[in-house]
């Protein structure tokens, strides 16, 4: 009688102890869609401080900032680094994430060794494919089974829904594209794969995109769905925009996936919108006004910002697959060197101590 009387003593405070362990933004919108990082070499293998405990609170997919990118996995002819992606699978299984692969054709980050031969000279059409082809089943062979979807070809459209004119497009078409995914699906059947961009939102581009895909699709070629790149603003695009970006791509009968997501709350010299990594301005005092701390008003904007980003994609939860942001914490945000070098940007969920900024929960939770 007295060890019943005691357990159920204890029992209460058993159970407060269940209810105040911390929920993530996993747990948040588990019934909607995944919810993803992505990460960078000290993250994956384990150096950067609270880089652990914080994915696997609030993460349940990753993705490789840049290490799975040509440049770092294949830096020179015949020579690939995998310590980082072998611990990158290795991190998704431990985690047992969603574990995406970014990106395996892409004009930046790309050797110029790849377009050359062994003079120097540049290669023609046929070669340039086959080392493209090399090169994928090599890495998508490695991960087979370990990566869930890989980003095959990475911003291949301008703005105005051209061809972007690359080394790849110059030297091959547009069927440099067909060909990577090909390979792709050749290498790891089960894998899905996917077109990633920025400004899907433009009507112009997001056309282009859509019609390269159901071109995919009708001859046969593998194609699962469309990352339309978050990288946002605290005014800009309308959610309206970006909702009809969403309806569109479901309705040409492709997976949603919000990649990339930011939302920049510094002024840019020249307003550009988007990634081009090609715009990059000297350091300068007059664009990196907040270079002591975000003002409390425009913290509150950017999270009001965000609220009203995650209700959208709640609405169409139905058609969206993965929601990834562009980094872990403000502290290794890219935009904190893009498209002005050196400036302090606070574009992130979470601050540069790792902590979920303030108000986003409970503005999701009033709605």
């Keep these: 009688m007295k060890k019943l009387t005691f357990l159920s003593l204890l029992f209460p405070f058993y159970l407060g102890f269940q209810q105040e362990?911390?929920?993530?933004?996993?747990?948040?919108?588990?019934?909607y869609f995944f919810i993803g990082a992505a990460v960078n070499p000290a993250q994956v293998m384990g150096t950067e401080a609270g880089a652990d405990s914080?994915?696997?609170?609030?993460?349940?997919?990753?993705?490789?900032?840049?290490?799975?990118?040509?440049?770092?996995?294949?830096?020179?002819?015949?020579?690939?680094?995998?310590e980082f992606g072998d611990a990158y699978v290795a991190l998704g299984e431990?985690?047992?994430?969603?574990?995406?692969?970014?990106?395996?054709?892409?004009?930046?980050q790309t050797p110029a060794w790849v377009f050359q031969d062994a003079s120097g000279e540049p290669l023609g059409a046929v070669a340039l494919i086959a080392?493209?082809?090399?090169?994928?089943?090599?890495?998508?062979?490695?991960?087979?089974?370990?990566?869930?979807g890989w980003d095959v070809v990475n911003e291949a459209f301008e703005d105005d829904g051209t061809w972007r004119k690359t080394k790849w497009y110059s030297t091959i078409g547009p069927d440099f594209i067909k060909a990577a995914f090909r390979k792709a699906h050749e290498a790891d059947p089960e894998a899905a794969l996917y077109y990633n961009d920025y400004n899907v939102w433009?009507?112009?581009?997001?056309?282009?995109?859509?019609?390269?895909?159901?071109?995919?699709?009708?001859?046969?070629?593998?194609?699962?769905?469309?990352g339309m790149q978050g990288h946002y603003r605290l005014n800009?695009?309308?959610?309206?925009?970006?909702?009809?970006?969403?309806?569109?791509?479901h309705a040409a009968g492709f997976e949603v996936h919000v990649t990339e997501l930011d939302v920049d709350v510094l002024p840019r010299p020249n307003n550009s919108q988007g990634a081009d990594l090609n715009i990059n301005f000297a350091e300068s005092a007059e664009w990196n006004p907040y270079k002591n701390g975000i003002p409390t008003e425009v913290e509150e904007e950017l999270v009001a910002r965000y609220v009203s980003i995650f209700q959208l994609f709640r609405k169409h939860s139905d058609k969206?697959?993965?929601?990834?942001?562009?980094?872990?914490?403000d502290g290794r945000s890219w935009l904190n060197?893009?498209?002005?070098?050196?400036?302090?940007?606070?574009?992130?969920?979470?601050?540069?101590?790792?902590?979920?900024?303030?108000?986003?929960?409970?503005?999701?939770e009033k709605n």
Aim: net charge positive; proline share 5%; hydrophobic share 40%.
């Design 131 to 148: 080392r493209m082809e090399d090169h994928i089943s090599t890495v998508v062979g490695r991960y087979k089974g370990k990566i869930d």
């Design 236 to 249: 800009s695009p309308g959610l309206e925009m970006i909702e009809q970006a969403i309806v569109d791509i």
């Design 21 to 31: 362990t911390p929920s993530g933004l996993k747990d948040t919108f588990q019934k």
């Design 320 to 329: 969206i697959t993965r929601v990834t942001f562009w980094g872990l914490h």
């Design 94 to 108: 431990k985690m047992g994430a969603f574990t995406i692969g970014h990106t395996l054709v892409w004009h930046q």
């Design 337 to 364: 060197n893009w498209p002005v070098r050196g400036r302090k940007n606070y574009a992130l969920l979470f601050d540069r101590e790792m902590k979920l900024k303030p108000g986003f929960l409970e503005g999701m």
């Design 202 to 226: 433009i009507p112009e581009k997001r056309k282009a995109i859509l019609t390269l895909a159901k071109e995919l699709r009708a001859e046969g070629i593998r194609i699962d769905g469309i």
């Design 54 to 82: 914080l994915l696997n609170l609030h993460f349940s997919s990753i993705s490789p900032e840049n290490g799975l990118k040509w440049g770092p996995i294949h830096p020179k002819e015949g020579e690939y680094r995998f």
